[in-house]
């Protein structure tokens, strides 16, 4: 690891004055990407700004159907909130099985987000529940916010308060992790919201990152059930090939993770 | 058996320090004015070094010293060997190109050193190494063995034409062909055998200490056997001479063969010690270990294997080609000849045998030694071609091995090893109790009323351990006797510590060896010391590997408990004024057979050393060494059943059940000989199912360099293992021990690849049998 300065803002202006204060400055929350980077060398930031401390960054709240849940919340807060249990169970379970105890009780879901992994869980999860990703600066749809590998619609310096979506009339999460990081080789987040709409987002397949299959959302709104998914062909031109799994094989996994979803739902 | 004794289930001793974080490795050492080495590797898999310029990381902060190959060269430190000479078939020598500890002119793998900065600390050494420019003139690489020797691929090494390094045989070709052309049915296959990274948990590391006033050298390294580095890297490597080098390998956290090579860096050390004047440490990160440590297997195979009309094995021919990466390593030319063709009668009687095998360099880490170095590929070979014969011949598998088995020892096979005894029907029948395999077809159809697919599948392999009598391995080329020495030192209180020149680097030897001790003189095995590891305390050894620990290091302990036992009864005797052969030792006393006359165990060391009251003529003192030299191989066998299921969809496997039942002869320790059971049943799983290295192709980038890509056998990939032990004595070493260390390793890869194609219905499936690979296997029969 290269050498570099670490702060510990207490408030989002303090963090964002200290960002914006250095050229090759990056925020840190649970960094459970960034630091294995840097010990690799692959990342020199000049300084790290640490989000954990700030408390506008924290806590799930359930009001009505809205979700809410802090940038700074941990996977292991997201999986054993019995808040989030009642209105959307497929994002505990979701946060259940990300990584190991270790990265569960680390790394955040605004991390996650910000970081867009093309094989990360949550990002499957805001693009399926229609979620809005909460700024420091505005509000910004899923569907605008992951923009390609490792790519998202945030601005230099801007920061993910929290995520926000409805509960969901009902949703599943499905994934067929890489045998060697455990990461998604394949996963499938499924959700049908409560006025009807079936949206299903696909994570670790896709050669572009996290994507919606619309074929599989037709064939859900129109029968929501495992056969109904299981009928959809998944075309393999846009997905990931490489030692792991090839194209083809993803594009099997799309529709298999699609129809245990469903069928989990 | 006493509660300490042979057999006895004694908890390690050596786990206190180890579980408590108070283990002492060579990272863990640290001396006075200690500096820190980072390698500058090449990032290119072959390329011709056109200038190196060092200026610029020589003036950063903290740097020593930024050393070249060049200066290396000028110092006189000689090429990395290939200690066990190979002759191909045509007479010939076995062609070994020159490798530089620091590349010289041209870098053949990606990884490959090309200089090394000494600094104050670890990051400043780093980035000094990330400072140094190196101009590379880029060549095409080749990674693969088979094209390797192509007409028009890149070549590595001027000494080596045509990349190959040697074409050996082994056995009766013309007698092997015959019986093929006149069998009742051939089975004919194509083996691929994976390439796997070794892993032990602790990466390697060395620190080497010059000491100017002495003109001696010290050097700590992560080592499995630290006499042989001392007589390698003194004779070959010029480092220094025997007396003036001193090698130490303490705490080593696993090995699996990776640690008994010489590898450039603990030579750059001790040479950069004296060269910058100070003590120099390097320890290996996860990524250079996977590029830098002797990789295993990697052999691909035809295999054609005859049978009479009442399915009885005529012969067995074999080609394989062996991929031996950039350099010959250390034993690297024994692995796919000695340690493996001799193993290809299996527990089978073969008429007629040949085997033929090509050596080949290639742009990738080199190939050495990995549990079970040889006599896995020769298992694996072997029993999927059994597999396979036994469903072309529409027999059960067991009843082809049953039809096959070796019967009556000592057996000779046509490619030289003598068999000196086994009961291969007893583990076969173990084994399948074990696993009901009756009840097999029961629990198949339970499965696929779930839409799993269950599959069945067994092993029955033999290996060679205890490597072996000096000089038959002598005479087949190797550069080392392999015997083993022991010294037993008894104090004036009694107390015992035992040298030996095994290493311990996870087998437990603290407590199996002193078990030993504690059988023999009925002493506390918290009173014997075992001392290993340094070459100025044990005067020599060979080391631990090949599962030789137990049946050639006991051996020579055993040796020397002799001697110790002889003349305490002498002592003994003359004490209590009783004929000598009356002595008898029982519960730590000499005592006078059938009186109630008796010394304790530590009066007779007292008296030893005192030496007021010795028979006439005797030397004072109690210490005793032996060296012993094995009059064969010993040769653990067994039978291994793996049950799987596999989701259709996935193509996921799952390892429902796993039966192991082993004759190793006799056991000292139960416990320990499970736990590497267990080991090695993990580390055969992990390449039938999960490990493989993988380079790109063309640029011989190694694209399997962290655990984010190379598959690591974790706890829920593994089942509970059923182990069950027959023991048939080994007749050839004075406890009747086979050795245990290697059979978990060797036996499971064709037992879950056997199961795996049985489930699908598609014989075609090659290690790793990884989900994409098995739904695309399954998909392919039409299931």
Known sequence: MYATNYHRPSSIAEAVALQSSSDEAKYVSGGMTLIPTMKQRLAAPSDLVDLRHIAELKGISVNGSRVRIGAGTTHAEVSASPELAAACPAICHLATHIGDPHVRHMGTIGGSIANNDPAADYPSAMLALGATIVTNAREIPADDFFTGLFETALEDGEIVVAVTFDAPAKA?????????????????????????????????????????????????????????????TVDAGDLLSDIHGSAEYRANLVKVMAKRAAAAA | MGVEGIGARVARKEDKRFLMGQGRYTDDMSVPGMRYAAFVRSPHAHARIRSIDTSAAGDMPGVIAVLTGKEMLDDGIGNLICGWMIHSKDGSPMKMGAWRPIAHETVRYVGDAVAVVVADSMGEARDAAEAVLVDYEVLPAVTDAVRALEAGQPQLHPEAPGNLIFDWQLGDSDATDAAIAAAAHVTEIRIVNNRLAPNPMEPRAALGIYDSAEDHYTCYTTSQNPHVARLVMSAFYNVAPENKLRVIAPDVGGGFGSKIFIYPEEIVCLWASRRAGVPVKWTSDRTEAFLTDAHGRDHVSTVKMAFDADNRITALKVDTIANFGAYMSLFSSSVPTYLYATLLSGQYAIPAIHANVRAVYTNTAAVDAYRGAGRPEATYLLERTMETAARELGVSPAELRRINFIRAFPHQTPVIMNYDA???????????????????????????????????????????????????????????????????????????????????????????????????????????????????????????????????????????????????????????????????????????????????????????????????????????????????????????????????????????????????????NPMIVEGQVHGGIAQGIGQALLEGVHYDPETGQLLTASYMDYTMPRADDLPSFKVSHQVTPCPGNPLGIKGCGEAGAIGSPPALINAITDAIGNNDLTMPATPQKVWAAALAAGN
């Open chain 1, 172 to 232: 599943g999460y499905s994934k067929f992790p890489n045998p060697a990081s455990r990461y998604a080789m394949t996963g499938v987040f499924v959700a049908k919201a409560e006025g009807g709409g079936v949206r299903v987002a696909v994570t670790g397949a896709g050669a572009n990152g996290v994507f919606r299959h619309a074929g599989l959302e037709a064939a859900l709104s129109a029968d929501w059930s495992a056969d109904a998914a299981a009928s959809v």
């Open chain 2, 422 to 668: 086994g009961d291969y029907e007893a583990s076969l029948e173990a084994a399948m109790a074990a696993a009901d395999w009756n009840g097999f077809p029961a629990r198949k159809a339970e499965a696929a009323s779930r839409g799993m697919k269950r599959g069945i599948g067994m092993s029955c392999y033999i290996e060679a351990c205890g490597i072996a009598p000096s000089a038959a391995v002598g005479s087949l080329g190797a550069g080392v006797g392999l015997w083993e020495s022991a010294e037993v030192r008894v104090n004036a209180v009694g107390t015992i510590e035992v040298l030996t020149g095994s290493h311990s680097h996870g087998q437990g030897h603290e407590t199996t060896f002193a078990q030993l001790v504690a059988e023999r003189f009925g002493v506390p095995i918290d009173s014997v010391s075992i001392v290993h590891g340094d070459t100025d305390k044990v005067q020599m050894g060979m080391g631990t590997y090949g599962s030789r620990s137990g049946a050639v290091g006991m051996s020579a302990i055993v040796k020397a408990l002799d001697k110790v036992e002889a003349k305490a009864k002498k002592i003994a005797a003359h004490l209590m004024e009783a004929d000598e052969s009356d002595i008898v030792i029982e519960n730590g006393a000499l005592k006078v057979a059938g009186t109630d006359k008796s010394v304790p165990w530590f009066q007779m060391a007292l008296a030893a050393y005192t030496a007021h009251n010795l028979p006439s003529g005797m030397e004072p003192g109690l210490k005793e060494g032996a060296f012993y030299d094995p009059s064969n191989f010993t040769f653990p066998a067994g039978c291994y059943i793996a049950e799987v299921e596999v989701d259709p969809e996935t193509g996921k496997t799952t390892i429902v059940q796993f039966v192991a039942a082993d004759d190793f002869g006799n056991i000292i």
